[in-house]
């Protein structure tokens, strides 16, 4: 079974009713491209989770619409040089938890369940631009308590602020480390190791989660549903970091004598 991207004949829902614009005040975003970015395509995110709810993206990874060699054109600006170049001007939290863990979640080097499920419950959705964040990414595109990215001056839920300065520190299990992961991979301790993979889309739209941008929702149903569990060493990588981290007789380098689950 492979997922359809969103058929272009189908109407996409309503975008939401914009809020008053001051006058003279501009947004990070313009105008069209700030409701682009709040249209929800509810029918497809549905279909999206639903599909992860029954596990059919464990069981047969190529159906993801990530996973095949034409991206969803929701994640299409993502794998272009343009896109890419936008993403790598917000950085500003590449080094944070946040980063750490896309940046170890699409590679061979994967992560522990439990950092993935930290990283997806500490996202924020913002309730005026509808896009979602990291912690610092959120606090980040709302300075002063007000939505920089949406058309006019709002102050977003006091409690979104409170839950992302909360989580903004959150200690995000990184790395499980074990005897094999030092002798397969040359890790010492629990520092930071750098992925090898070259940039991907799922990368540089985590980059963009991690920053004042944010993602739209649409894109979120995509990333967040990308995961793949590897029974052999227990860590969660993307599909291309899955592929990656198996040596060339399909065991897993972490925990030999695994066999791929493709």
């Known amino acids: 079974m492979l997922l359809a991207g969103p058929r272009e004949e189908e109407a996409s829902p309503s975008p939401p009713k914009p809020r008053p614009m001051c006058i003279g005040y501009q947004g990070f975003f313009k105008k069209e491209v700030a409701l682009e970015r709040a249209r929800l395509d509810t029918q497809y995110i549905q279909l999206i989770m639903s599909c992860r709810s029954i596990g059919l993206f464990q069981v047969n990874p190529q159906s993801h619409p990530l996973y095949r060699s034409t991206l969803s054109p929701y994640m299409a600006r993502y794998g272009r040089p343009l ?30 369940p439990a950092a993935f499920l930290m990283a997806m419950h500490a996202s924020v959705i913002c309730d005026f631009c ?14 002063d308590g007000e939505c920089k990215n949406w058309i006019s001056h709002n102050r977003v839920d006091r409690m979104l602020l409170v839950r992302s300065e909360r989580d903004l ?10 005897p094999s992961d030092t002798e397969d991979k040359g890790v010492e301790g629990d520092g930071y190791e750098a992925p090898t993979l070259e940039e991907t889309a799922i990368r540089v739209a985590f980059i963009e989660w991690n920053s004042r941008v944010g993602v739209t929702q649409n894109v979120w149903a995509l990333l967040s549903t990308s995961d793949i569990y590897c029974e052999g060493c227990s860590l969660i990588c993307t599909w291309y970091g899955h592929i990656a981290h198996f040596k060339k007789d399909d065991t897993c380098s972490l ?4 066999h791929i689950q493709a």
Not at 83 to 112: K, T
Not at 169 to 178: C, D, E, K, Q, T
Not at 255 to 258: K, S, Y
């Open 255 to 258: 925990a030999l004598g695994t």
């Open 130 to 143: 509808l896009c979602v964040f990291s912690p610092p990414g959120f606090l980040a595109h709302a300075p």
């Open 83 to 112: 896109g890419m170049n936008c993403a790598l001007q917000h950085l500003q939290f590449f080094d944070s938890n946040f980063g750490q863990f896309f940046s170890n979640f699409d590679s061979e080097i994967g992560v522990p």
């Open 169 to 178: 520190n959150l200690s995000v299990p990184l790395r499980a480390i074990r």
